[in-house]
């Protein structure tokens, strides 16, 4: 037994009793800095329960704008109160558990991979529903109440989120115009920010859990903060998540249309399509900078690997996505 | 002087046997980056055959636009990004975003030729 399974066990056995058992312990994802577990709880005369542990080691800290993975079961849990689909947390890890930074999660059903949820059969009847789905989810979240999340939890706005790039960006000394032209057309049409709501921060494909009668749950809350509902609605039409299928704004599956209809539904305020352009902007221009960051890791050695120097590459696609947004062109 | 094979032939052939021979053989991880890695040789195929055409055409683009026929493109395009900041080149510039499609396109030609951005 590793000195991991070892560690959850007994946690587990303090949770769940002396007999609860630890079985089929599977890495399912991460990198250096994160781990994502899959296992099997065994309690005697129950039947088991799939769960999962996500859990950063002990000496590394939390990068970038992350969270921190107790913070981020703290907002899942606080969403769920709101009836936003999550993963039910089952327990949040403290020192004395040894697992490090860490929580355990229920396992969700179905399916990340957009790829899959854009063509494949299985999801035919998902796909028509899943844009109002995602506005109904978006209005959960932006309807959790202040109190419930942690005390700390960042505040990001949409210009501070620019200002944040921008200076990454000017970091890498890397003259690329069309970002240039992006920093300017923001900041010459950025909206006046709106009351402040809880924010996921990346709400896009990749992170939702699709099954065939569509959204599952909304995973991957590390990124989560306080800030403008408007982020989330144009995050999620960035054309990068759309994998192909640009004609439909909202992930590649639906229209904008209905993500806002779904948003009303569900509580959230009244938006035109045009109250999501700027976010939708700033989103691509935030993607491309993240590609350069990427690129940054790989030539700085922090992560060698082939897969993040090829992400370098990418911002050329936020590039002319930010060109298309800025001419106002269909689909954009 | 010599190249029998040549640096396109050797790159394809490198190609071949990531994507055919060496994938297949590997799995999770491995398999996924040796695709990336057959992706990423294909890239500078593309960049290869492609680059000295884009970067000529890039030059007379920023030249006409800057009216600066003697700068080299490196330096021609930190000019460009320079008077996008200070207000001098903007949005409301035809010319601009003319030239900036065109090199941008070009470069995903190279970078990404199957994006969808590419034809809005």
Known sequence: ?332 | MHEAPSSEELLGSVIGFLNHIAAPQLSGQAAFHARVAANALALVEREMAQRPAADARARSLFAALLNDEASTLEALNGQVCAQIRSGQLGCDNPALLAALREITSAQLAIDQPSYSGLNP
């Open chain 1, 1 to 332: 037994m590793t000195a991991l399974t070892a560690a959850l066990t007994r946690l587990i056995q303090t949770r769940f009793g002396p007999s609860a058992e630890v079985r089929e312990m599977t890495r399912l994802s991460g990198g250096a800095s994160q781990e994502t577990w899959g296992f099997s709880l065994h309690v005697p005369e129950e039947a088991p329960r799939q769960l999962i542990l996500r859990r950063a080691p002990f000496q590394s800290t939390a990068k970038g704008e992350a969270i921190g993975l107790v913070r981020e079961a703290q907002v899942i849990a606080a969403a769920a109160q709101t009836g936003t689909p999550v993963p039910e947390i089952v327990h949040v890890c403290s020192p004395e558990d040894d697992l490090g930074d860490a929580f355990i999660m229920a396992h969700v059903a179905g399916q990340t991979i957009a790829r899959k949820i854009l063509r494949d059969e299985e999801y035919s009847l998902a796909r028509p529903l899943l844009a109002f789905q995602c506005g109904e989810a978006m209005a959960k979240i932006h309807a959790v109440a202040p109190d419930n999340l942690p005390s700390d939890l960042p505040i990001s706005h949409g210009l501070d989120q620019l200002d944040r790039y921008e200076a990454i960006y000017r970091g890498f000394s890397m003259d690329r115009p069309v970002f240039e032209l992006a920093l300017s057309w923001l900041r010459q049409h950025a909206p006046a920010p709106l009351p402040t709501t809880l924010v996921h921060g990346d709400f896009r494909n990749g992170n939702l859990m699709v099954n065939e009668s569509g959204l599952a749950a909304v995973l991957d809350w590390e990124l989560a903060h306080q800030g403008d509902p408007r982020e989330d609605l144009g995050w999620i039409c960035v054309n990068s998540w759309r994998f192909g299928v640009r004609d439909k704004k909202v992930g590649g599956f639906g229209s904008l249309e209905d993500l806002l209809a779904g948003y009303q539904a569900s509580g959230g305020q009244s938006f035109e399509p045009k109250d999501v352009d700027w976010f939708q902007a700033l989103g691509s221009f935030k993607w491309g900078i993240m590609c350069l960051i990427m690129y940054q890791a790989f030539a700085t050695k922090a992560d060698p690997s082939i897969e993040r120097a090829m992400i370098g590459r990418r911002a050329s696609e936020a590039e002319i996505d930010l060109l298309n947004l800025i001419e106002g062109r269909p689909h954009a």
